[in-house]
């Protein structure tokens, strides 16, 4: 079946730290791949998307490669801020019959100062 | 344009009770999806409702109902409310999917601030 694995949290990193959280999906076709973020008490905002294989979907600082050979789409940031504390969930969009979403656990990402 | 809203955005009940949520989404939007999120679970899809039809659903007991409306707004019920529905409850609204020939077709979900519930 469809579905999407996300690295553990909490990740606790410094201020300009380098970030990776991890995604790898289970898809039958060719889904669209999503990135969203959950700040305190706020519903989920879209971060960045990819179409295809081989696109960079990128935001604020934030990218992510849609790689089909491995399966992945991997959330990265070179200089984390403060502001950037909030919870990551990976997700894959995908038509079969209708449009279906299926989201990843989620990640919680805090940054000291 | 206005985002997706939902009322009430906090809401306390007791086991079993009922509780109905509400969800208005972007204009022109005709989707409306829901997800319950808690601690323990994550993000999991309850229903999707699409031009006042259910089109999909989720593994949730029949005690989580929805509906859709002619101008889109949809709602939510839940019936004898147990501890465990404690969650925050979010709509999502999307165009209709561009589906066709392109087989890269996606639909941007957008997220209201959700519906905290507190069953007691």
């Known amino acids: 079946g469809n579905s999407v694995t996300q690295m553990e949290g909490p990740v606790t990193l410094s201020e300009e730290a380098f970030l990776t959280i991890n995604c790898t999906y289970t898809a039958t076709g060719y889904p669209s791949l999503f990135w969203y973020v959950q700040y305190p008490g706020e519903g989920l905002q879209l971060l960045l998307k990819a179409t295809k294989a081989d696109d960079k979907g990128s935001n604020k600082g934030f990218e992510a490669t849609y790689r089909k050979e491995t399966t992945s789409f991997h959330l990265e940031k070179g200089s984390v801020q403060v502001s950037d504390s909030a919870v990551y969930f990976c997700?894959?969009?995908?038509?079969?019959?209708?449009?279906?979403?299926?989201f990843g656990t989620g990640t919680r990402l805090k940054v000291l100062a | 344009k206005a985002g997706v809203t939902q009322t009430p955005r906090y809401l306390i009940k007791t086991r079993g009770q009922q509780v109905t949520l509400s969800c208005s989404p972007i204009?022109?939007?005709?989707?409306v999806s829901w997800y319950q999120q808690t601690p323990g679970q994550g993000l999991q899809f309850l229903f999707e409702y699409f031009s006042e039809t259910q089109r999909n659903k989720g593994n949730f007991p029949g005690r989580f109902s929805g509906r859709q409306f002619s101008n889109s707004r949809s709602e939510m019920n839940v019936s004898t409310l147990e501890l465990g529905d404690s969650a925050l409850y979010l709509c999502?609204?999307?165009?209709?999917?561009?589906?066709?020939?392109?087989?890269?077709?996606?639909?941007?979900?957008?997220f209201g601030p959700g519906t905290r519930l507190t069953v007691l």
């Open positions: 204009s022109g939007h005709r989707s």
């Open positions: 997700a894959l969009g995908l038509l079969s019959g209708t449009y279906k979403y299926i």
């Open positions: 999502a609204s999307s165009e209709s999917p561009r589906a066709g020939r392109n087989f890269y077709s996606y639909n941007e979900q957008f």
